[in-house]
């Protein structure tokens, strides 16, 4: 209406991706007019992209403590699962073509690990999902009895993305090396999705996690999307999935994407630069919801309860309501939030998350809240104000009709 003011709207859904940050987008300008030339060029303003992706690589390894060629640049996280995955278990079955390659993952990784090891189970690939507890844990036990001498991989997430778990990637690390070291072998491999682990956790570098491959994005730490990174240690053997040139030392070929590499670089660094500081104050952030949630309806459950977890995720359960309606409702009322993971989220049913650490008789559904740097508590406030008038309408609707 003539006149009106639109009600600023609030972006609750981080996990799910973030804004480009103002300096990640101007450092990637120039390189989309400028110095748009092809780094695969011998003359000298190719040579020189070729330079500045050169310069990014090393940067990048120096903050993952990795060797500059140890670092390979991919189209994002999903295409980065995949190459670690597949390429790992079909360099195993090369080598070992009588045997049955056996894959170890979690219950609760993103769908980019899960969708792969489905496929290989498909595919006379044996795969073993380790439970969680209902914080999310594996047991590092089940672990060990897992592994076997055809066990070529390991891939657990290193934070998962809908409840904030941090895991232990040290411990499976350990696990992992007493089997190596007195089956006198090189395998399994450990590969981690640490997509959202760059925002907030203390150690990321290599060589202190101890694992061969990892995984990485810039959509997820405020660069742009559709580029990522896998880290693959040397001596680890992967055969190449895409096939048609010889970029990345013929690991992953084609034309590279240097916008959007010099843009990775950009919001790694400033991620690296400010996350104790946004840690801590996401976390004071973090609590005052789950605090507020739980003053407010004891019934409601909170399933992000990890002691070690990421400070920007909220994730809830409410008893016999409908989950899918509540964030349909808390759009209209102006605030963004999610059901489960966005890769799922057009899929019928509860998030595989949340049922993996409930128990028989727990309700599944679920709301996820994950907090960012454009959020603030008067946004945390404006959102309980209206969350608790949206559940209160929904929940005398379901006694009404139902009780």
């Known amino acids: 209406m003539f006149g009106s003011t639109k009600k600023k ?3 609750l859904d981080h996990a799910s991706g973030t804004p480009c940050s103002e300096a990640v987008f101007a450092s990637m300008k120039q390189y989309f007019r400028d110095q748009a030339f092809n780094p695969g060029g011998i003359y000298k303003e190719s040579l020189e992209v070729k330079s500045a992706i ?3 690589r ?6 993952f403590k990795a060797r500059k060629e140890e670092i390979y640049f991919v189209d994002g996280a999903t295409e980065s699962n995949n190459l670690a995955i597949i390429g790992a278990i079909r360099a195993w079955q090369r080598k070992n073509p009588e045997k049955q390659a056996h894959i170890i993952t979690t219950k609760i990784e993103h769908a980019a690990v899960l969708e792969v090891c489905k496929y290989f189970e498909e595919n006379n690939v044996l795969v073993t999902y380790l439970d969680v507890d209902e914080c999310g844990y594996i047991s590092l036990k089940e672990l060990k009895e897992s592994v076997t001498e055809n066990t070529a ?5 290193y934070v998962n993305g809908e409840i904030g778990t941090i895991q232990d990637i040290r411990g499976v690390m350990k696990t992992v090396r007493h089997f190596r070291k007195h089956n006198n072998t090189v395998y399994p491999y450990v590969h981690s999705d ?3 682990a760059i925002n907030y956790v203390d150690e990321i570098g290599v060589p202190q996690l101890g694992i061969d491959l990892l995984t990485c994005n810039a959509s997820k730490i405020y660069g742009p999307k559709k580029i990522g990174i896998l880290f693959k240690k ?5 055969d190449p999935i895409i096939y048609g040139g010889n970029q990345e030392k013929g690991i992953r070929s084609g034309t590279e994407n240097v916008p959007y590499i010099i843009g990775f670089d950009s919001a790694l660094s400033e991620t690296r630069d400010i996350y104790e500081s946004e840690s801590e104050r996401l976390r004071l952030l973090q609590t005052y919801l789950e605090n507020e949630i739980k003053k407010y309806d004891e019934s409601i459950n909170l399933n992000s309860i990890a002691e070690n977890k990421i400070p920007n995720i909220v994730n809830i359960t409410a008893p016999n309501l409908s989950h899918e309606e509540l964030v349909i409702r808390l759009d209209a009322a102006g605030f963004m939030c999610s059901v489960k993971s966005a890769c799922k989220a057009g899929e019928d049913g509860d998030s595989h998350v949340i049922k993996a650490i409930s128990s028989a008789n727990r309700p599944t559904g679920s709301l996820r809240i994950s907090l ?3 959020t603030t508590k008067k946004d945390c406030k404006e959102f309980m104000k209206s969350f608790k008038v949206i559940v209160d309408m929904m929940k005398e609707t379901y006694d009404k009709y139902y009780s």
């Open 54 to 56: 050169e310069s990014v």
């Open 58 to 63: 090393e940067n990048i390894a120096k903050i």
């Open 372 to 374: 960012g740097r454009t």
């Open 153 to 157: 991989l390991v891939s657990i997430g």
């Open 194 to 196: 640490a997509v959202q």
């Open 234 to 238: 040397t001596g680890i053997e992967l």
């Open 9 to 11: 709207r609030i972006y």
